[in-house]
Structures are given as structure tokens and as C-alpha cells.
């Protein structure tokens, strides 16, 4: 009967440190989502730039070679240009997608659409040039929050674990 108390006690003590660790993996994973949407952009302008392709096109190219939850919001824009204006597109496409952004970075984001597709090569750089910049500000404020609450996560986690475990023996 003892044995059975103590690996419950040491699999609430595991969960708590888990709920901790994975709390604390979305600060990892926003970073690493705002840094990989940061080099999509700057690939698109490129595409623009020098290629000429149209939108759907580089959209496909950039969702095969994104990570997995940035590559979907490139697809789905892609998929949605089909019967949606490429702003109407890159909007849905961005609420639709499920990652670690804020909603201030989805905002962000969404300030991408204003001029996709409707102005000419110089218009639409000069958009992604300045999501780019506002990019930037994300990821220097992702940079602070990770740092400040990921370890925290962690250290609560643990902490409340010990505690249920002391408290319930």
C-alpha cells in the first residue's frame, strides 16, 4: 500500500514539473515561430523583388520549405487566394492558424495584407519591409519574455509538485 502512495505522489510530483516545462516551451516556440515568419517575409521580398512570380506561387515555395505551423499559414493564405483577394487570403489565413503568436503578433502580421497584391513591386516591399521592422520589435520583446518566464515556468512547476507531494504525505 506504501509503494502505491509513493508513485502516485511521484507522478503528481512529474506532472507538475511537465505543466511547468510545457508552459514554458511556448515562450521557446513563439520565438522560434516570429524568428522563422521574420525569414519567410524576407524571402518573399526576394522572390518579389528578382522573380516576378506571382503571390501563390512564392506562398507555395515558402510553406515547403517553413517550419511546420508558419508553413501552414503560408499554405492556407495560398489555398484561400483561390477564391479569396490575396488580402482577404493572408487575413483568414493568419486568425486560422494555430501556433504560439499573441494576438499582437497576429496583428502584426495581418498589417502584411494591407497592400499584398494590390500595389505595384516597390509597394509591396516597402509593406513586408515594415511588418519586417515591427517583426523585429516582437521578437526583442519574445527575447525578454522568454527569458524572464521560461525559467520561472520551470522553477513553479517543481515547486508546486513538492508542495502537493508534502502536502499529502
Same mark, same amino acid.
Given at each position: ?94 486568425? #486560422? ?6 494576438? /499582437?503578433? $497576429?496583428?502584426?502580421?495581418?498589417? *502584411?495584407?494591407?497592400? +499584398? &497584391?494590390? @500595389? ?15 517583426? #523585429? ?6 527575447? /525578454?519574455? $522568454?527569458?524572464?518566464?521560461?525559467? *520561472?515556468?520551470?522553477? +513553479? &512547476?517543481? @515547486? ?10
Amino acid at each position: 500500500m506504501q509503494i502505491i502512495k509513493y508513485i502516485m505522489l511521484f507522478l503528481i510530483f512529474i506532472s507538475a514539473n511537465l505543466i511547468g516545462k510545457i508552459i514554458a516551451k511556448k515562450y521557446t516556440d513563439r520565438l522560434q515561430e516570429l524568428e522563422e515568419m521574420k525569414n519567410a517575409l524576407n524571402i518573399f521580398k526576394s522572390k518579389i523583388k528578382f522573380t516576378y512570380q506571382p503571390i501563390p506561387e512564392i506562398f507555395e515555395e515558402i510553406s515547403n520549405n517553413s517550419n511546420r505551423n508558419i508553413s501552414n499559414i503560408f499554405k492556407s493564405s495560398r489555398e484561400n487566394m483561390e477564391n479569396l483577394s490575396a488580402e482577404e487570403a493572408w487575413i483568414k489565413a493568419i486568425e #486560422e492558424s494555430k501556433n504560439n503568436l499573441t494576438k /499582437e503578433d $497576429k496583428n502584426t502580421l495581418k498589417m *502584411l495584407s494591407k497592400l +499584398l &497584391g494590390q @500595389t505595384d513591386v516597390n509597394g509591396q516591399i516597402s509593406q513586408i519591409e515594415i511588418t519586417e521592422n515591427f517583426l #523585429e520589435t516582437q521578437i526583442k520583446q519574445a527575447q /525578454e519574455e $522568454k527569458q524572464k518566464n521560461e525559467k *520561472l515556468y520551470i522553477r +513553479l &512547476g517543481t @515547486t508546486i509538485g513538492l508542495v502537493i507531494v508534502i502536502i499529502l504525505i
